[in-house]
């Protein structure tokens, strides 16, 4: 039999409802308890200040020694009980013999309850006991004559007291209000505090919000960047499998809670999180890999409570970069292409259209010739077909923006090294090409002369323009993240990769720059070239 299953504001208003009938059920039980006490010690209290009265009237003094006593001190214990409303006055003399009772019977008995002993001894007390008319709460006081230097007997006075049962039905309407009223506000309060802590968890079961949690948890750990979040005092609340990969920490090692100076992998980001710019991407070597830092603050309620880092391996990175350097280095050379074949073609239309039908037969002969020599010479001399690719569209380009773009005779590139990719050169032709014919549009002399050398043990690169050439104040800055001449958004970004993409295939790369133009000169050795 399956059990049923409540929702958790159902569950919260049960458990809120029996906590408070609990509560209230203690409370009266104490009460009642409390009431008992109270009042079991003020009966006490009046029994004994009778017994002291008693005690110091004469005719008892007097008659507890005489053998018919009984009959003066009867009638006077019985009026003292009918005015004070005891239960009983028991007197009796040294020998225990009853002076006085309720029951006329026992009036000669000997008194044996058990409990009188003390009271022989010129000892006042109280006491509880079960006696003939039932629990009482009894108030013993010796009888002294002659001035209190003589005991004759002791005083008893009794007064029953009130079971828990007859106080409960004394008290049963203030007790079942009070019940009553406290069972309304424990509902009321249950189901307030219920739908508020609904509210607070969105409306959501439990379940809900474990399956919710699980998901963002695989989402999270799926990422394919590093991801560390910090609360306000810079102490890690979370992170991925991603970041611990790349700070060379172990899986099993729980790093939540600690501050980022616990951590010495993640100290150096201390002084990153106070100087830089939250939006600005910092380069940083971490667990001797390069990577890429970006700090985004989290805020809840338009209040920041923390930071969220994002680590990205700039290795991962650069390739992206390098494989969507090359793929738009195609597309721009199929658009040049198509763009240039337009203009072929009506050149062409128009001179048949002019009936020069031999002009445009010769026009004919001359762009196919050009054609096919400048696609011969790349593919008989540039193996590999993603860089001929690449210098066939700049090629195109160059017609394009009216840039004469010049392959030396002894270019020669063969088949790439299984450790040297074909699109780490083309990230480098593509840049230096792209920036050279930029260099020389609009001047009167616009040409870019390009020499690909591949030797034995290392890959030449050479790329010379005629422009007007770099100030000598900018020869070192051309090749710093984001430093551009032209004043324009997402610039200078192709020097730098290509600055990066050489030192780290432990290349060199030259400058020359003058009122003749600039030549870049890049030697690749060919034997330590290491992928990225």
Avoid at 83 to 90: D, F, K, M, N
Avoid at 284 to 302: A, E, G, M
Avoid at 346 to 358: D, Y
Wanted: proline share 3%.
């Amino acid at each position: 039999m399956s059990r049923p299953h409540f929702k958790l504001g159902t569950k919260i208003a049960i458990l809120s409802f029996f906590l408070v009938l609990l509560s209230v059920f203690l409370v009266g039980v104490i009460f009642v308890n409390f009431i008992s006490y109270k009042m079991e010690h003020e009966i006490g209290y009046r029994a004994m200040a009778i017994a002291r009265t008693v005690a110091q009237l004469r005719e008892v003094q007097e008659n507890l020694s005489k053998a018919e006593g009984s009959k003066v001190i009867q009638p006077l214990a019985e009026r003292i009980r009918i005015a004070t409303g005891v239960e009983y006055i028991v007197i009796f003399n040294m020998e225990r013999i009853r002076y006085s009772h309720p029951y006329l019977d026992r009036i000669g008995t000997p008194f044996n309850d058990g409990d009188e002993g003390p009271s022989l001894k010129r000892k006042e007390y109280l006491s509880q006991a079960v006696g003939v008319m039932g629990p009482s709460v009894r108030a013993f006081e010796p009888v002294l004559a002659d001035e209190g230097t003589r005991q004759v007997g002791v005083v008893a006075v009794g007064i029953i007291v009130p079971t828990i049962r007859g106080i409960i039905n004394t008290l049963r309407i203030q007790l079942y209000s009070s019940l009553l009223v406290g069972l309304a506000l424990g509902i009321l309060g249950s189901f307030y505090l219920a739908r508020n802590i609904k509210k607070n968890m969105f409306y959501l079961e439990p379940n809900e919000i474990a399956r919710m949690l699980e998901e963002r948890v695989a989402i999270f750990q799926a990422m394919d960047e590093g991801v560390v979040a910090l609360d306000i005092e810079n102490r890690i609340t979370v992170s991925n499998e991603k970041a611990c990969r790349i700070a060379g920490i172990s899986p099993n090692d729980n790093i939540i809670g600690l501050h980022l100076n616990d951590l010495e992998v993640f100290s150096v980001l201390i002084d990153l999180l106070e100087t830089r710019d939250p939006s600005e991407t910092t380069e940083l070597l971490l667990n001797q890999t390069w990577v890429l830092i970006n700090f985004l603050p989290v805020r809840v309620k338009d209040q920041v409570v923390g930071q969220v880092i994002t680590i990205k391996d700039k290795t991962e990175v650069r390739k992206m970069a390098e494989e969507l350097t090359g793929v738009r280095a195609f597309i721009e050379a199929l658009r040049v292409q198509n763009h240039e074949s337009l203009n072929k073609l009506h050149t062409i239309a128009g001179l048949i259209q002019l009936n020069k039908a031999q002009e445009a037969m010769d026009y004919v002969y001359k762009v196919t010739e050009e054609q096919q020599e400048i696609t011969r010479f790349l593919s008989q001399n540039i193996k590999d077909s993603s860089v001929a690719g690449l210098l066939l569209g700049k090629y195109n380009r160059g017609k394009e923006l009216k840039v004469e773009v010049y392959f030396d005779q002894d270019s020669n590139l063969g088949e790439l090294p299984e450790n040297l990719e074909s699109n780490i050169v083309t990230l480098i032709l593509g840049n230096l090409l792209e920036n050279a014919m930029e260099a020389v549009v609009g001047r009167e002399l616009c040409e870019v002369h390009c020499r690909i050398k591949q030797e034995e043990t290392e890959l030449i690169i050479s790329v010379e323009d005629t422009g007007e050439g770099i100030p000598s104040e900018n020869l070192l800055k051309v090749f710093q993240w984001g430093f551009s001449t032209k004043g324009t958004e997402n610039r200078g970004i192709g020097l730098a990769l290509v600055k990066q993409t050489v030192e780290r295939l432990d290349g060199t790369i030259e400058l020359e720059s003058g009122n003749w133009g600039t030549r870049f000169g890049i030697k690749i050795p060919l034997k330590s070239a290491k992928l990225l």
